[in-house]
Structures are given as C-alpha cells and as structure tokens.
C-alpha cells in the first residue's frame, strides 16, 4: 500500500521515491494535501518495442473521503502545472 509511505525526506513539491510500484521507470509519491498523496508513475519511451513515452496519476482509494472529482481533477492539474514550470 504505497500511501503508507512517511512524509519525510520530500523532494522538490513534496515528492518521496514511491516503491512497490510494477514497471514504472519513475515513481514518485506527491502530498498536494496531508491526507491526499497521488502516485506519479513514469515510463520511459522505448523506440524498440514502438511504445511512447506516457504517465499515469494515481489516487489513493480513500480520495473520496477527502475530495469530490472536480477539486480532486484541479489538485492534479495543478500539480502538473508546477511540475511542467518547475523544470
């Protein structure tokens, strides 16, 4: 259960390498909120197997208890605007 995570030792907007995570060639856990972490899974194109270059968001599956869909959909983008102005 990666939301267990500690919160200390953060990176840059909060971010904690995330583990348990299949595959992923980045993981990182965000803490927008104190109870709301979102897990950035990154994958890596790789020209020979014809994949692109994607990555997925994930929610803890107590979002809900915390936020509706529309101020959950605004904290991510929110956070990949500073993400992408960040770089």
């Known amino acids: ?8 030792n953060r ?3 909060g971010a904690q390498p995330a583990s348990q995570t299949a595959a992923a060639d980045l993981a ?6 104190p ?6 899974m990154f994958y890596e194109a790789d020209a020979a197997e014809d994949f692109e270059a994607q990555a997925q968001m994930l929610f803890d ?7 509706d869909l529309e101020s959950s959909l605004f904290l991510v983008e ?10």
């Open 1 to 8: 259960m990666w939301c267990g995570i500690p919160r200390s």
């Open 11 to 13: 990176g840059p907007l």
């Open 28 to 33: 990182l856990v965000f803490w927008p909120l």
């Open 35 to 40: 109870r709301v972490p979102i897990l950035l």
């Open 61 to 67: 599956t107590q979002i809900g208890a915390y936020l």
């Open 78 to 87: 929110k956070l990949i605007e500073r993400l992408i102005s960040d770089q």
